[in-house]
Each structure stands twice: as structure tokens, then as C-alpha cells.
């Protein structure tokens, strides 16, 4: 698998080779960015950028704040909230296996 930091799996998305293949190809600015009035993803951005992690999973509040505001406008409340608990549990899932 292949992660983001936000704990997204960038190996099944038909879009990766678009992003350089994971949010630490490009920085946190995969192609749809703009789309979102952003220059780079914010949960990236806090995780990568300014805590110097590797993946939210090595913060004691995720999930935080961002991840509920950070959200595909295209999801139901509730689909953003069932992606949260996927992408937090395959972060602890991942980190367990480590």
C-alpha cells in the first residue's frame, strides 16, 4: 500500500501517475489542488511541512480539526466521516505492522 500522510491509499487511485504517484511526490500539490482555492494540501502541509512527520498518524490529535474541515465537496457528512475512520484505522493498521 501507499499511503498519503493523511492516510489516504494512493495505490488504487486512477489518478496517481497525475500526482507523481503520492502526495510526497509532489509536495502536496497533486493536480487537483486548485480545485480547492489551495496551494497545498492542508493536512500535508500541517503533517509534512510544519510538524515534520511523515504521517498524521505520528500526532497525538488526529484525528484533528483539518480533517473534518478538509473535505471532498462531492462526499455526504457522513461519507467524509466514514473515510476519516478508514484512513485513521489503516494509519494505526500500518503503523502496528511496522
Known amino acids: 500500500m501507499l499511503f498519503a500522510p493523511c492516510g489516504a491509499d494512493c495505490e488504487p487511485c486512477p489518478f496517481r501517475e497525475d500526482c507523481g504517484g503520492s502526495c510526497f511526490e509532489c509536495k502536496g500539490k497533486p493536480f487537483y489542488i486548485k480545485d ?3 496551494e497545498v494540501c492542508p493536512l500535508y502541509d500541517c503533517a509534512v511541512n510544519k510538524m515534520g ?3 498524521c498518524i505520528e500526532c497525538a490529535d ?4 483539518l480533517f473534518y474541515d ?3 465537496p462531492s462526499m ?4 467524509h466521516n ?5 484512513r485513521v ?7 502496528a505492522a511496522e
Open 62 to 65: 488526529l484525528p484533528c480539526q
Open 89 to 95: 484505522a489503516a494509519m494505526k493498521a500500518f503503523k
Open 36 to 38: 480547492f482555492d489551495a
Open 70 to 72: 478538509w473535505r471532498d
Open 53 to 55: 512527520y511523515t504521517s
Open 76 to 79: 455526504t457528512e457522513e461519507e
Open 82 to 86: 466514514k473515510s476519516i475512520d478508514e
